[in-house]
Nanobody, 118 residues
Framework: QVQLVESGGGLVQPGGSLRLSCAAS????????MGWYRQDPGKQRELVAG???????HYADSVKGRFTISGDNAKHTVYLQMNSLKSEDTAVYYC????????????WGQGTQVTVSS
């Protein structure tokens, strides 16, 4: 079992910044892929940004150049720095963990709300 604890999120004005954190604990594999996903009402959950235990990163086209994902392997923690936020970034953001190279999470965090509004 893997437990994911998220922090960050909240309300921010357009153009502002937020930082999300996700700490994993439990049966962590040496090879893993962790990422942040978001889900708009009525839509499927989609990968926003992900990072593997080897440091490879992946970004959705909509956030490239604005969001940066980083990780601390020693702490099994990933961070998502979100800059130049737009109203369309408003969503519930979920941290996901997969015990493989693929961004197909087997475990999820509880989700954190990000609202971008003036």
């Amino acid at each position: 079992q893997v437990q994911l604890v998220e922090s960050g999120g909240g309300l921010v004005q357009p153009g502002g910044s937020l930082r999300l954190s996700c700490a994993a604990s439990g049966s962590i594999f040496s090879i893993y892929a962790m990422g942040w996903y978001r889900q708009d009402p009525g839509k499927q959950r989609e990968l926003v940004a992900g990072i593997t235990s080897y440091g490879s990163t992946h970004y959705a086209d909509s956030v490239k150049g604005r969001f940066t994902i980083s990780g601390d392997n020693a702490k099994h923690t990933v961070y998502l720095q979100m800059n130049s936020l737009k109203s369309e970034d408003t969503a519930v953001y979920y941290c996901g963990y997969a015990g493989s190279w693929r961004f197909l999470p087997e475990y999820w965090g509880q989700g954190t709300q990000v609202t971008v509004s003036s």
